[in-house]
């Protein structure tokens, strides 16, 4: 029998179908190459804008005609956030759909697979409202993985849904994470990357009431990579809330040279107000004094952000205070988004809504502005030797390989395809767009 994936919005949902898929290849399942002949077809769902739900409402369109047409039957389980918001009533909308597993709800899905495959039916139980972290999230066979280390967010910025339908802040037990690491080391990968809504806020009590918090949870992973020999020589994280960027933190990261030299820190706006507005809880100059710390411990990091525009009552000067921030920071990339407003949040029932086409042209000027940053900031690179991680064939030309660097950044170099999966030293020699032209090291 085979299976088929479609996985939309955020690492963790990347994560959690790599677990569901291990779930299939246990019981002998293959991958069907598209939607159209697979057996089970699972889609992975995003709430978080309302443009992901658009295009989801499209796909389940598509497979509503699908079954229509198609000779052989097949099984369509819909789940993720967008299905724990909705729950029965994405089925009552698309009858095309016959599971409907919310993020709470996903240890059932062993149990549904099993139905499917006795040519039975299963009612899925609703479980009580805690989330269980799967023991694997790797796709066989890639030398980079995912490994969720907390679930769930406690903030409630009033612009996002993430708190609804991911629930409160859980942490994972540090054993099962190093275990989870053991298991991809055994599997030979190279990289990983520390997962979580909230990734720095992780918390575990231990029984005799000691504490491990995110620092010591990197140093943790640290010395056990050292101490078992793992093949796994980056560790990466994301993402991570500014309030909980740690002067511990950062120590660690410079300690350490498995840790990469990259902070993903969303800063959402450069204004205060609207800060305050959106429940960030931090200000401007707290913001900014956290990027001072970054830079002078770690001067060799790059810095990536997400930057939120035209939230109700945003002004002109709020959004100058966004640009001057951009400037002074100096990111190597971001993600640029205008205001969605999300049913259910406090902000989509805010005064001084701004209008679609002020919101549009807003983030059309930030774009042109953070380009020019990444250019000028990532210009400062050529030149230096750095290592690469060696993840494909380069799209563009066959006798190039694209490898990505510690700062985040992506190269193209020629070089031997027996290269993929490796670390490589290469020297930057020119930037073309946002990509790096490279050539392998001496």
Same mark, same amino acid.
């Given at each position: 029998m085979t299976y088929f994936f479609e996985t939309y919005g955020c690492q963790m949902n990347k994560a959690e179908s790599a677990s569901i898929e291990e779930l299939f290849v246990r019981r002998g399942w293959t991958q069907a190459s598209e939607a159209e002949t697979a057996d089970f077809i699972v889609i992975n769902t995003c709430s978080v804008r309302a443009t992901a739900e658009t295009r989801i409402h499209g796909r389940l369109g598509w497979y509503t005609a699908l079954r229509k047409s198609r000779k052989t039957p097949f099984t369509l389980a819909v789940t993720g956030c967008m299905?724990?918001?909705? +729950?029965?009533?994405?089925? %009552? !909308?698309?009858?095309?759909?016959d599971y409907v597993i919310g993020n709470f709800q996903k240890q059932q899905f062993a149990a549904v697979i099993d139905a499917v495959q006795n040519d039975s039916s299963l009612d899925v139980v609703e479980e009580s409202p805690v989330y269980s972290f799967a023991p694997l999230s790797h796709e066989k066979g890639s030398f980079q993985a995912f490994v969720p280390i907390m679930h769930g967010c406690n903030n409630f910025?009033?612009?996002?849904?993430?708190?609804? /339908?991911?629930g409160r802040e &859980?942490?994972?037990? #540090?054993?099962?994470?190093?275990?989870?690491?053991?298991?991809?080391?055994?599997r030979g990968v190279k990289e990983i990357t520390l997962l979580g809504q909230n990734v720095n806020s992780y918390k575990w009590n231990n029984d005799d009431g000691s504490c491990i918090d995110f620092p010591a949870l990197m140093q943790m992973i640290a010395d056990h990579l050292k101490k078992t020999q793992s093949s796994v020589g980056w560790v990466r994280f994301m993402s991570s809330h500014p309030k909980d960027i740690s002067p511990a933190l950062i120590d660690v990261i410079a300690k350490e040279r498995v840790i990469c030299r990259h902070i993903h820190l969303p800063v959402q706006n450069g204004s205060t107000r609207v800060l305050e507005a959106m429940n960030r $809880?931090?200000? $401007?100059?707290?913001?900014?004094? +956290? /990027? %001072? !710390?970054? $830079?002078? %411990?770690?001067?060799?990091?790059s810095?990536?952000?997400? &930057?939120?525009? *035209?939230?109700?009552?945003?002004?002109?000067?709020?959004?100058?205070?966004?640009?001057?921030?951009?400037? &002074?920071? *100096?990111?190597?990339?971001?993600? !640029?988004?205008?205001?969605? #407003?999300?049913? *259910?949040? +406090?902000?989509?029932? !805010?005064?001084? @809504?701004?209008p679609l086409d002020v919101k549009k042209d807003r983030l059309s000027r930030v774009i042109d502005i953070q380009l020019g940053i990444n250019r000028a900031q990532m210009a400062k690179r050529v030149g230096q030797t750095v290592t690469v991680l060696v993840e494909c064939v380069s %799209?563009?030309?066959?006798?190039?390989?694209? *490898? $990505?660097?510690? @700062?985040?950044?992506? /190269? /193209?170099?020629?070089?031997d395809k027996s290269l993929i999966g490796s670390f490589a030293k290469v020297e930057l020699l020119e930037l073309t767009g946002n990509t790096f032209i490279g050539r392998l090291a001496d």
């Open positions: 299905a724990e918001r909705l +729950k029965d009533d994405l089925h %009552k !909308m698309f009858p095309v759909v910025c009033t612009y996002c849904i993430v708190p609804y /339908v991911r &859980i942490s994972r037990n #540090p054993s099962e994470i190093l275990s989870e690491i053991d298991v991809l080391s055994s $809880r931090y200000t $401007r100059e707290d913001y900014l004094a +956290k /990027v %001072k !710390m970054i $830079r002078e %411990k770690l001067p060799d990091a810095l990536s952000t997400d &930057i939120l525009l *035209g939230f109700p009552g945003e002004t002109e000067e709020d959004f100058a205070e966004t640009v001057s921030l951009l400037e &002074i920071v *100096g990111y190597e990339s971001a993600f !640029m988004y205008y205001y969605n #407003p999300r049913e *259910g949040t +406090k902000a989509c029932t !805010m005064d001084n @809504q701004i %799209k563009d030309n066959e006798a190039e390989l694209l *490898g $990505r660097t510690e @700062q985040d950044a992506h /190269v /193209v170099f020629a070089a």
